[in-house]
T-cell receptor, first 113, second 113 residues
Framework: SAVISQKPSRDICQRGTSLTIQCQVD?????MFWYRQQPGQSLTLIAT?????????ESGFVIDKFPISRPNLTFSTLTVSNMSPEDSSIYLC??????????FGPGTRLTVL | GENVEQHPSTLSVQEGDSAVIKCTYS??????FPWYKQELGKRPQLIID?????GEKKDQRIAVTLNKTAKHFSLHITETQPEDSAVYFC????????????FGSGTQLTVLP
C-alpha cells in the first residue's frame, strides 16, 4: 500500500487563526479524501479532493471553512479557517485505490484554544 | 445517503474468547465493506474487507460475514489476545460515482488478560 505522510502531526492554535495540513503520498493515487475525527468519535468525511478541480464537500462542510487544494496526484492540503475550539479534532487524509480500499495517513491532532 | 449502524459500542472479553461486532447498512447497492482497527493515538488500519459477491472471508483469527438480504455484516475475532484491544470501525462504500465510505460509530474492544 502507499506510504502516506501528514504535516504537522499536531498543533495548538489560537481561535480565529487558520492552519493548513499537508498530505503527501509516495505514489500517484486517483482518490484522496479528508476526514475529521472528533474526540472519541467515528470518522466523518469532510470532502473528496479532486485533482485539478474544486473539492466535493459533504453536507455540513463548506469551502470557505475548509478550503482544499490538490495540485497533483500525490499531494493535497486542507486548511481549517477561522478556527474555534469546536474545530479541535484529528484530521486525517486517506487515499483510495482502484479496488476501493482506503488507507489513512497518520493524522493531524489539532487543538484550538 | 448510506447509513451504517454498529453494535455494541463497547465489548469486553476474556483472553482466548471470541468477539463479534455487528453492523447494518441502509443502501442495498453498497458493495464493499471494510473493517478498520484503530489503536489509541494511531491511524485506522484496514484489517479485513469483503465485497458483496461473497458471504464470508477469513484471515487467520479474523473473519467477516455478509448477509446482503438482511443488509448486515459482522466481524469475528477468535482466540482474542490483549493486543486485539482497540476501537474497531465498520464501513460501507456508497454506490454511484462518489465511492465514499460511511463509517459506523465504532466498538471499543477490551481483551482482559
Amino acid at each position: 500500500s502507499a506510504v502516506i505522510s501528514q504535516k504537522p502531526s499536531r498543533d495548538i492554535c489560537q481561535r480565529g487563526t487558520s492552519l493548513t495540513i499537508q498530505c503527501q503520498v509516495d505514489s500517484q493515487v486517483t482518490m484522496m479524501f479528508w476526514y475529521r475525527q472528533q474526540p472519541g468519535q467515528s470518522l466523518t468525511l469532510i470532502a473528496t479532493a479532486n485533482q485539478g478541480s474544486e473539492a466535493t464537500y459533504e453536507s455540513g462542510f463548506v469551502i470557505d471553512k475548509f478550503p482544499i487544494s490538490r495540485p497533483n496526484l500525490t499531494f493535497s492540503t486542507l486548511t481549517v479557517s477561522n478556527m474555534s475550539p469546536e474545530d479541535s479534532s484529528i484530521y486525517l487524509c486517506s487515499v483510495g485505490s482502484s479496488t476501493d480500499t482506503q488507507y489513512f495517513g497518520p493524522g493531524t491532532r489539532l487543538t484550538v484554544l | 445517503g448510506e447509513n451504517v449502524e454498529q453494535h455494541p459500542s463497547t465489548l469486553s472479553v476474556q483472553e482466548g474468547d471470541s468477539a463479534v461486532i455487528k453492523c447494518t447498512y441502509s443502501d442495498s447497492a453498497s458493495n464493499y465493506f471494510p473493517w478498520y482497527k484503530q489503536e489509541l493515538g494511531k491511524r485506522p488500519q484496514l484489517i479485513i474487507d469483503i465485497r458483496s459477491n461473497v458471504g464470508e472471508k477469513k484471515d487467520q483469527r479474523i473473519a467477516v460475514t455478509l448477509n446482503k438480504t438482511a443488509k448486515h455484516f459482522s466481524l469475528h475475532i477468535t482466540e482474542t489476545q490483549p493486543e486485539d484491544s482497540a476501537v474497531y470501525f465498520c464501513a460501507a462504500l456508497s454506490s454511484g460515482s462518489a465511492r465514499q465510505l460511511t463509517f459506523g460509530s465504532g466498538t471499543q474492544l477490551t481483551v482482559l488478560p
